[in-house]
Protein backbone atom coordinates (compact mmCIF):
# COMPACT_ATOMS: atom_id res chain seq x y z
CA UNK A 1 0.00 0.00 0.00
CA UNK A 2 2.75 2.19 1.07
CA UNK A 3 4.51 1.57 -2.34
CA UNK A 4 1.14 2.30 -4.36
CA UNK A 5 0.62 5.60 -2.25
CA UNK A 6 4.45 6.63 -2.96
CA UNK A 7 4.04 6.36 -7.05
CA UNK A 8 0.61 7.93 -6.60
CA UNK A 9 2.01 10.88 -4.82
CA UNK A 10 5.38 11.67 -7.81
CA UNK A 11 2.95 10.58 -10.35
CA UNK A 12 0.11 13.50 -8.78
CA UNK A 13 3.13 15.92 -8.14
CA UNK A 14 5.31 15.50 -11.25
CA UNK A 15 2.20 16.19 -13.63
CA UNK A 16 0.72 18.98 -11.72
CA UNK A 17 3.78 20.96 -11.41
CA UNK A 18 4.65 20.11 -14.97
CA UNK A 19 1.32 21.73 -15.91
CA UNK A 20 1.57 24.42 -13.35
CA UNK A 21 4.87 25.29 -15.02
CA UNK A 22 3.43 25.07 -18.74
CA UNK A 23 0.42 27.18 -17.87
CA UNK A 24 2.81 29.95 -16.22
CA UNK A 25 4.74 29.73 -19.16
CA UNK A 26 2.29 30.47 -21.96
CA UNK A 27 0.78 32.49 -19.63
CA UNK A 28 3.94 35.18 -19.69
CA UNK A 29 5.53 33.78 -23.12
CA UNK A 30 2.67 35.19 -25.19
CA UNK A 31 3.33 38.80 -24.73
CA UNK A 32 1.02 41.09 -26.86
CA UNK A 33 -1.69 38.72 -28.56
CA UNK A 34 -2.58 37.11 -25.04
CA UNK A 35 -6.40 38.19 -24.73
CA UNK A 36 -8.90 37.59 -21.67
CA UNK A 37 -10.19 34.59 -23.22
CA UNK A 38 -6.90 32.68 -23.49
CA UNK A 39 -6.18 34.05 -20.18
CA UNK A 40 -9.23 32.26 -18.56
CA UNK A 41 -7.83 28.72 -20.30
CA UNK A 42 -4.66 29.12 -19.03
CA UNK A 43 -6.23 29.74 -15.21
CA UNK A 44 -8.84 26.82 -15.69
CA UNK A 45 -6.07 24.53 -16.91
CA UNK A 46 -3.42 25.84 -14.00
CA UNK A 47 -6.07 24.90 -11.20
CA UNK A 48 -7.61 21.56 -12.70
CA UNK A 49 -4.59 20.02 -14.45
CA UNK A 50 -2.01 21.59 -12.02
CA UNK A 51 -3.03 22.99 -8.99
CA UNK A 52 -5.57 20.13 -8.40
CA UNK A 53 -3.02 17.39 -8.67
CA UNK A 54 0.24 19.48 -6.87
CA UNK A 55 -2.18 19.31 -3.94
CA UNK A 56 -3.00 15.47 -3.82
CA UNK A 57 0.45 14.60 -4.15
CA UNK A 58 1.61 17.09 -1.56
CA UNK A 59 -1.49 15.49 0.68
CA UNK A 60 -0.11 12.11 0.19
CA UNK A 61 3.35 12.56 0.41
CA UNK A 62 2.67 14.24 3.75
CA UNK A 63 0.10 11.11 4.68
CA UNK A 64 2.89 8.98 4.07
CA UNK A 65 5.52 10.90 6.31
CA UNK A 66 2.93 11.72 9.18
CA UNK A 67 2.23 7.47 9.19
CA UNK A 68 5.93 6.75 9.15
CA UNK A 69 6.45 8.96 12.03
CA UNK A 70 3.57 7.65 14.11
CA UNK A 71 5.37 4.02 13.30
CA UNK A 72 8.26 5.17 14.81
CA UNK A 73 6.94 6.12 17.71
CA UNK A 74 4.77 3.52 18.57
CA UNK A 75 7.65 0.69 17.78
CA UNK A 76 10.03 3.26 20.08
CA UNK A 77 7.01 3.15 23.07
CA UNK A 78 6.68 -0.66 22.62
CA UNK A 79 10.95 -1.30 22.65
CA UNK A 80 10.57 0.94 25.50
CA UNK A 81 7.76 -1.19 27.25
CA UNK A 82 9.20 -4.69 26.45
CA UNK A 83 12.76 -3.34 28.28
CA UNK A 84 10.73 -2.13 31.25
CA UNK A 85 8.88 -5.46 31.74
CA UNK A 86 12.50 -7.60 31.24
CA UNK A 87 14.07 -5.19 33.90
CA UNK A 88 11.11 -6.30 36.35
CA UNK A 89 11.28 -10.15 35.32
CA UNK A 90 15.27 -10.45 35.34
CA UNK A 91 15.20 -8.31 38.32
CA UNK A 92 17.54 -5.82 36.79
CA UNK A 93 20.07 -7.98 34.95
CA UNK A 94 19.62 -8.16 30.80
CA UNK A 95 21.70 -9.65 28.02
CA UNK A 96 21.83 -8.35 24.36
CA UNK A 97 20.52 -11.62 23.14
CA UNK A 98 17.82 -11.63 25.98
CA UNK A 99 16.58 -8.09 25.03
CA UNK A 100 17.18 -8.89 21.17
CA UNK A 101 14.59 -12.06 21.53
CA UNK A 102 12.08 -10.64 23.01
CA UNK A 103 11.81 -7.20 21.26
CA UNK A 104 12.41 -9.29 17.54
CA UNK A 105 15.25 -6.45 16.71
CA UNK A 106 18.45 -7.61 15.48
CA UNK A 107 21.39 -7.91 17.66
CA UNK A 108 23.04 -4.71 16.64
CA UNK A 109 19.79 -2.70 17.44
CA UNK A 110 19.24 -4.60 20.33
CA UNK A 111 22.89 -3.69 22.04
CA UNK A 112 22.78 0.10 20.83
CA UNK A 113 18.97 0.64 22.77
CA UNK A 114 20.91 -0.98 26.05
CA UNK A 115 24.02 1.31 25.43
CA UNK A 116 21.92 4.13 25.29
CA UNK A 117 19.20 2.95 27.94
CA UNK A 118 22.74 1.90 30.17
CA UNK A 119 24.15 5.12 30.16
CA UNK A 120 20.36 7.10 31.25
CA UNK A 121 20.33 5.24 33.85
CA UNK A 122 23.70 4.37 35.03
CA UNK A 123 24.03 0.90 34.46
CA UNK A 124 26.98 -1.13 35.36
CA UNK A 125 28.74 -4.08 33.15
CA UNK A 126 29.71 -7.61 33.88
CA UNK A 127 31.16 -9.93 31.16
CA UNK A 128 30.29 -13.68 31.67
CA UNK A 129 32.74 -16.47 31.40
CA UNK A 130 30.99 -17.24 28.26
CA UNK A 131 31.90 -13.36 26.65
CA UNK A 132 28.25 -12.24 27.10
CA UNK A 133 27.59 -8.98 28.72
CA UNK A 134 25.58 -8.52 31.41
CA UNK A 135 23.77 -5.07 31.92
CA UNK A 136 22.76 -4.26 35.09
CA UNK A 137 20.46 -1.91 35.78
CA UNK A 138 19.62 -0.52 39.47
CA UNK A 139 15.40 -1.02 40.15
Known amino acids: MRTIQKTLARACLLFGLSISLLAAVYAVGSGEDFELEDAA?????????????????????????????QTSQSLSLQQEQMFLQLLQNQAG????????????VPIEQAKAFLDQKAQLLNASFDVKDSGAIVYRFPL
Open 93 to 104: DLTIIQFAAAAQ
Open 41 to 69: EAGVALVIFGLAPTALGGWLAWNLRHGSL
